[in-house]
Structures are given as structure tokens and as C-alpha cells.
């Protein structure tokens, strides 16, 4: 692989490694010979790096000195990581560090963004130009002020991708995340899912991206990148209905969003159903990180409502799962996500189309659900 090869000599370092694309990174390094450093906030979750030999150091993003220490000899950091339980300022503060350590270092920083830094998308091409989301977008807005530190810091050799929805094998929120959906209750999407679009792109092709911004040579400060798959029409209703095809489950129901809106708004509800099953809620990022906060209440507080969801919860299977105000959107969704710039500079076009890449994940799902619906 000559994108491999190009810094194969380079000493790399990952931020994010234990998380699904951050992981993903880490084994393509691993299976061609290279040995990433993996920077990690604690060892809780690197229980799915075991498989490997690995080097790693602890290191707190909010601490400066620790942080430059961490990245002492390295040539590219690749910032893979978004904690949910951060406060919007606790994760500017962090990146702020990154982007001043990485400057000092003379460090090539690959940092991992998020096309919700554009929706709710209004035109029917969405590219670099196109407008920005509003502070009601928390994610969206928090991943738009993160960009915009690194880019305040003139002197750092940064390159900013925002992926589209990133599904594959061991995806939570476009893979894992549906499918639980569908096998915890009857998914109900609006009747406009039916004509949408949904962007995606296959983890490999975006890993592919993240590893071209590796060595790319920028003449200037344009350095953000839209990438996304080839394809204009998956909709959502046909991205459920295919997994819900592989996983064996009841297809969606579709309903007037209008009726829907009526039924959303209880946020007891919600809290309930969440609390129980947090998987359920990872593609949505404002709520999952309100449940990381709520794990984070006292003991006392946490066995009240506990003792509350086994009264009053519905049995797992008999949940009518409604989509909330951000899934109602995205379901209206018309616009199409333009990768052009990302593919001229980086001279690549995405290998996987849609229904390969379902392909590639169909193996992964039944066996990640063998112990559920799938005989």
C-alpha cells in the first residue's frame, strides 16, 4: 500500500485509538508493520487494543507540560478522540493544548472533525463553503469551535477532515447503534426517510483519507476537507431496512413526522429508556452525553431511578423506538455531501461503494448479533 509506505519510516502517534475509527487506524498500522504510539486518558477502555503489542502513555489532554512530554520524537498525531463527558470548554482547553504542543513539536496534526460541523445542511451540494451549524447544534457547534482553535494557531501543521456518518464492522453509532435499535423495538422513521439521503462513508476509505492527510503538502491555510462515500441514493429508510434484512428483524414503521413531534417531549420517558440501555442512544450525541453525566449522579439518586425503570420500563422488544428532533431531520435530509475537494487533493476515490461496504460489514453483524435474533 504506497500511502502506507509514504510514512512508514515516520514515528506516529494516535490519540482516540480505543474508539471505533481511532482503532480501526491503530490495526491498519499494526497489520503493515507499523508500531503507533498510543496516547491514551486512562487504560478503562483499551481492553479492544489487547490483541496487539502496543506502546502507550497516559496523558491528560488539559495538561500542557504532560501533553508535550507525550509527544516528544513524534512525527504525525492523529486525533481520533471526542469525549462526550467533556464540557464544551474542557474539550476547547484540550485541543487548544494539542494544537500549541503539535506547533511546538513540529508535529503534522490529522484531526478528525465531523460533518455535523454542517447541519442541518440546507443546500442540495454541501461542501467546505457552505454555511455553518448554530449553537443549538451542541456536537455540531462544539466540533466547529474545536476546528477553529487549531486553525488560530498559525504556526501548526494541521490538516482537518469531516467525515460524513462512518459505518463498518464495530461502527456504535452507524453500524451497532441500529441494529440494536432494531432488535430492542419497533423502530418507527418518519414517511420522508423514505426519499432521503443519507451520507456515508465505509471506515476504510475514511482510515484511507486520515492516512493520505499524513503526508499531503499544503501551499496554504485550506485545510478543512469534507469526505464522504459515492454514493447519492441510500436513504434512511433502505439503510435500516438492509440491516434490519442481515439481523433479521421487524422492519421499521414509517409515520407522519408531524404525528411523531406530538408524541416526542417526554423527557421522563427518555430518561427511563436511556438510562437502561445506552447503546441505544449513541448515535445521537447530545443525548449520549447527557447519559454520561447521568451515570455520573450519586449512588442514591441512580438506585431510585433504577428502582423507578424496573416498574415502569417496557420489556426489551416491546419499545416503540420514535425518532427524536435530530433523527427528524436527518430524515428530511435532500443534500448530498461533496467530496471533490478531498479527492483531487489527495489524488483518491473511495474504494467501497454502498453496497460493498455492506458487504464487508454483513460478516461482522451476524457475528456481533449471533446471540440474538440471527439463527
Not at 272 to 285: E, H, L, R, T, V
Request: hydrophobic residues 40%; positive net charge.
Amino acid at each position: 500500500m504506497d500511502r502506507i509506505n509514504k510514512i512508514k519510516n515516520k514515528k506516529i502517534a494516535i490519540i482516540g485509538a480505543t474508539g471505533f475509527i481511532g482503532g480501526r487506524l491503530f490495526e491498519i498500522f499494526k497489520r503493515h508493520g507499523i508500531d503507533p504510539l498510543v496516547i491514551l486518558r486512562s487504560y478503562s477502555k483499551a481492553f479492544n487494543l489487547s490483541r496487539y503489542k502496543y506502546n502507550d502513555i497516559l496523558c491528560d489532554l488539559n495538561n500542557y507540560e504532560q501533553l508535550l512530554d507525550a509527544l516528544d520524537g513524534i512525527d504525525i498525531c492523529f486525533n481520533c478522540a471526542h469525549d462526550f463527558s467533556a464540557s464544551q470548554k474542557d474539550m476547547v482547553k484540550s485541543i487548544n493544548n494539542l494544537g500549541k504542543a503539535c506547533a511546538a513539536k513540529n508535529i503534522r496534526l490529522v484531526h478528525l472533525s465531523s460533518v455535523a460541523v454542517n447541519e442541518p445542511m440546507t443546500d442540495l451540494i454541501v461542501d467546505e463553503k457552505s454555511k455553518i451549524c448554530d449553537e443549538k447544534n451542541f456536537y455540531g457547534y462544539t466540533k466547529f469551535l474545536i476546528e477553529k482553535e487549531l486553525l488560530n494557531h498559525q504556526d501548526l501543521d494541521v490538516i482537518i477532515l469531516r467525515p460524513t456518518n462512518v459505518y463498518g464492522p464495530f461502527s456504535g453509532a452507524w453500524t451497532v447503534g441500529p441494529c440494536m435499535k432494531l432488535l430492542s423495538g419497533k423502530v418507527i422513521l418518519t414517511d420522508n426517510a423514505k426519499d432521503s439521503i443519507n451520507n456515508l462513508i465505509f471506515i476504510d476509505d475514511l482510515c484511507n483519507y486520515m492516512i493520505l492527510a499524513a503526508d499531503i503538502k499544503i501551499d496554504n491555510r485550506d485545510v478543512v476537507f469534507l469526505v464522504n462515500g459515492p454514493d447519492k441514493e441510500v436513504s434512511w429508510s433502505k439503510f435500516y431496512e438492509n440491516y434490519s434484512k442481515l439481523i433479521k428483524s421487524e422492519n421499521p414503521s414509517y409515520m407522519d413526522e408531524n404525528i411523531i413531534i406530538k408524541n416526542n417531549g417526554n423527557f421522563l420517558k427518555f430518561l427511563i429508556n436511556g438510562f437502561k440501555n445506552i447503546s441505544m442512544y449513541n448515535d445521537n450525541p447530545l443525548t449520549s452525553f447527557i447519559i454520561n453525566n447521568l451515570k455520573k449522579l450519586p449512588n442514591s439518586f441512580k438506585s431510585k431511578l433504577k428502582a423507578f425503570q424496573k416498574d415502569f420500563s417496557p420489556k426489551l422488544g416491546d419499545i416503540i423506538l420514535y425518532p427524536n428532533a435530530k433523527e427528524i431531520s436527518d430524515y428530511r435530509n435532500q443534500s448530498f455531501v461533496d467530496s471533490s475537494k478531498a479527492i483531487e487533493k489527495f489524488n483518491y476515490t473511495p474504494l467501497y461503494n454502498y453496497q460493498k461496504g455492506l458487504e464487508k460489514t454483513s460478516e461482522f453483524i451476524k457475528w456481533y448479533f449471533e446471540k440474538s435474533k440471527i439463527s
